[in-house]
């Protein structure tokens, strides 16, 4: 398989590992904010208010810097949506036509009988 396959097939991995790295690094920049006094927090809320202020500064950083990852990540999942669909099409369709060669069979065996 070609590098550019294999980072398709792991498009949504790699896209939250990258998120989840940016949501920590601004985690850590919060968190050395308020230990050095920039950003005043105390008590249980203070680290409450650090990790949403983390939450915050991370969204955008990830939807402008893994804009490339999230368009792979779109096209690894529509490309299983669709390939599931086909199949179930596909199953679907098998399934109506041996329902309609037993009912043709009934039929035949009914006229014969008459």
Do not use: W
Request: hydrophobic share 45%.
């Amino acid at each position: 398989m070609s590098s550019t396959g294999q980072e398709k097939s792991h498009a949504t991995l790699r896209y939250t590992s990258l998120r989840v790295s940016i949501f920590l690094g601004c985690l850590l920049v919060a968190l050395l904010l308020g230990h050095f006094k920039i950003i005043p927090v105390s008590g249980q809320a203070g680290v409450i208010f650090l990790f949403l202020l983390a939450a915050i500064a991370s969204a955008p950083l990830s939807y402008v810097l893994l804009s490339r990852q999230r368009d792979d990540m779109s096209a690894q999942i529509t490309t299983k949506v669709t390939g599931l669909r086909s199949r179930t099409a596909e199953r679907i369709a098998a399934q109506n036509a041996e329902e309609d060669a037993v009912d043709e069979a009934a039929r035949t065996a009914a006229v014969r009988q008459s």
